[in-house]
């Protein structure tokens, strides 16, 4: 890749979604977009080299985790470059000379119009309008020159589609964070890395009950902390589970290392997904 | 409760829900339902007596745990009264006397309508529309009587709306669970427990690493079976965690009692959500 080219980022949905937001946090402004949509068809862009790095949501503080893309992060064999969080606050969005009194319905995805309730019960002359997703809504706006309608959407959608944000952070819940993984292909360095590194794991056990005990006593004997722990069952195959564990520590230091190969020991399936730096 | 009234039963969304089949399936066919807009509603309406039961989802084998109930069940102080697990299979429905080949657009819940892309691809000419829930779009065919419009939703909205099934099983995913909990304000039981009871806690630790560990020898110790472990941060206190676990067993058993009270030593906090027995 040239110096200066952008690097090449594909994410699932439309330009201006949360994801977005996450990949500008994470490899800053200059990014060339390739959204996609599906997470399918972003891990595929990533195989083909049709970008460099993949951004996506692995959980959310209010619905949990995303299994299909841990069920994807198995199944393609990329490195966890970089991990951040984003707080999803919805922004009210027009075009720009409308004003709130012109308003009538707002568009977005069900969920975000579910999560601005409190905004719908003050404005009552506003009608909530379920669309695809939260930045096409204003996309929608801008390619019908709509002036009775909003959009709920990120700010970022807002600047994407030359929107204007008439009511900020209209959202009834403020704690409410999706967490996003940065993909590659090969590894590689990002920026100068701060902070202390991340390690997360899947692995697998037959017999639950002794088993995970043992699989943790990995860690705790070495004082390893966990930030994660969570069991998805194995459907068709009752008492088989994966676990998806996340520890502070880097799969380059020694210690992590040993804890990962005394893992190996009393596991059925362990795969590391990578070691990383958070984005704060 | 005279002998023959049925049981009032408060959840989650319109009538034909995925909620409602999972009252079905604890409670038998004669039922009477209060469908609630929120889920907060729903546990509201419990408290009040609005209800005898509710019943609401917990997780889903594709999007992972609903964090929001859990935050309702340490609120509120119920009772699990049974557990069961519903597969999320979607119909094209249309009213009576419509034929495929009429129809133009699909409405649904978008998280339904991406779960149905296949569909999509091999009838190009009908068109997916968004809309608030999957119910609630059959509910709409027959108000409006729309003639060149169908709905993907359950057999059960199907049922409750005189809706026609015109192509069954229509989701690109089998695989797709939701494990709901039926609730009540006072301990009662159902039927004549099967099987082999489970057990619901939730807890939390100050100092993870060690504390998860010593926490769990509780149980292995014991030899109890964990079928459930989840941790989830908590927003604003680095490195508290609370901790989803459930295992087989009952509260009444001694055995369990005994780790429970050796589970408090080691514990910050922890409540006891309920033991019941789970219908397949």
């Known amino acids: 890749m040239p110096p200066n080219t952008p690097p090449r980022v594909a994410f699932q949905g439309e330009p201006g979604a949360f994801s977005h937001s996450a990949a500008r946090k994470l490899l800053g402004e200059s990014i060339k977009l390739h959204p996609r ?58 075009l720009p000379g409308v004003s709130l ?44 020159q709509f002036r009775d309608t909003a959009a ?35 590894k590689r360095l990002l920026r100068p890395a701060q902070g202390e590194p991340k390690t997360s794991i899947v692995f697998s056990t037959v017999n639950r009950s002794g088993a995970l005990f043992r699989a943790l006593a990995c860690f705790s004997l070495r004082d390893l902390n966990l930030t994660k722990i969570e069991s998805r069952p194995l459907r068709g195959k009752p008492w088989e589970y994966f676990f998806y564990v996340d520890f502070l520590g880097s799969a380059e230091d020694e210690i992590v290392r040993n804890a990962l190969t005394n893992l190996k ?14 984005t704060p």
Chains 1, 2 share one sequence.
Do not use: W
């Open 37 to 94: 949509p599906t997470f399918k068809e972003v891990f595929e862009a990533l195989d083909k080299a049709e970008a460099e790095y993949a951004v996506i949501p692995m959980e959310n503080t209010l619905h949990g985790s995303v299994h299909e893309n841990y069920d994807n992060l198995l199944d393609y064999n990329f490195v966890i470059a970089g991990e951040t969080s984003i707080r999803i606050s919805h922004q009210l969005i027009a």
């Open 101 to 144: 009194r012109q308003i009538r319905r707002a568009l977005s995805h069900p969920v975000a119009l579910n999560q601005c309730k409190k905004f719908f019960e003050r404005h009552r002359r506003i009608q909530p309008a379920p669309y695809y997703d939260t930045a096409g809504s204003v996309k929608a706006l801008a390619e019908n």
């Open 152 to 186: 709920i959407a990120s700010r970022i959608a807002a600047e994407t589609y030359g929107g204007v944000i008439l009511k900020e952070n209209i959202e009834d819940i403020r704690e409410n964070f999706t967490r996003f993984f940065l993909l590659t292909k090969q």
């Open 265 to 278: 020991e009393c596991t059925e399936f362990l795969k590391l997904l990578g070691s990383y730096y958070p």
